[in-house]
């Protein structure tokens, strides 16, 4: 989980320095764009569920990532024809990598809790907390590298060529993780074992 943290800080600088930068630019193209992507975002939640069941949260942290660094990149050259279909693909892929996401920590607690006996969600929030309390600092990081390159007067294009590359970084991180296996399962006492913890109850029935 940690890493997958780390990977989606990575992924969150760029992406929320293109985000920041929307508007600015070009407020029509940059609302409207915004405006296809949370569309587009809340639409494709309803099935993207059915994709990460099917190829894994590993697989679909990874696809859905890479949708993060195609939108970055569409801002190298700002125009309408590469910020909307852009917006829509990343709007897509939003949705599959935080269904993803939330499955992948959910499980990776159980597998924690069943592992070591822990009561059953007793670290949900604990992995919930880990996760955030890194991927939440994208925003400082992310505005601080923005603020950086202009002081050295890096130019805009080349700025999110910078971020792309920051982006797909984070995406290759996300190859790093372990694919979460299924919790333990629990362990059924055999026949024999049954009939010895009956004849104990038994004989402590004895004694009351």
């Known amino acids: 989980v940690a890493l997958m943290s780390l990977a989606f800080c990575v992924i969150f600088v760029a992406f929320n320095s293109a985000q920041n930068f929307a508007t600015s630019r070009d407020a029509d193209i940059g609302s409207t764009t915004l405006g296809i992507v949370y569309v587009t975002l809340t639409a494709f939640n309803v099935v993207s569920s059915s994709v990460v069941t099917k190829i894994g949260a590993k697989w679909s942290l990874i696809a859905g990532s890479l949708t993060y660094a195609t939108f970055v990149a569409a801002n190298i050259v700002f125009t309408a024809w590469t910020m909307y279909p852009a917006g829509a693909l990343l709007g897509v892929g939003a949705a599959v990598l935080w269904t993803a996401e939330g499955y992948y920590v959910t499980r990776a607690a159980q597998y924690h809790e069943t592992s070591n ?88 029935n004895l004694y009351q």
């Not at 919790?183 to 009939?195: K, Q, R």
């Open 117 to 204: 006996g822990l009561p059953n969600r007793s670290t949900m929030g604990y992995f919930n907390g880990l996760f955030f309390s890194i991927f939440q600092s994208a925003q400082f990081l992310g505005n601080l590298l923005v603020a950086l390159l202009f002081h050295f007067g890096v130019g805009t294009a080349t700025i999110f060529v910078i971020t792309t590359i920051v982006c797909v970084c984070g995406s290759a991180m996300l190859l790093l993780i372990r694919p979460m296996p299924n919790p333990p399962a629990a362990v059924v006492p055999t026949e024999a074992a049954a009939m010895t913890m009956k004849d104990e109850t038994q004989g402590f």
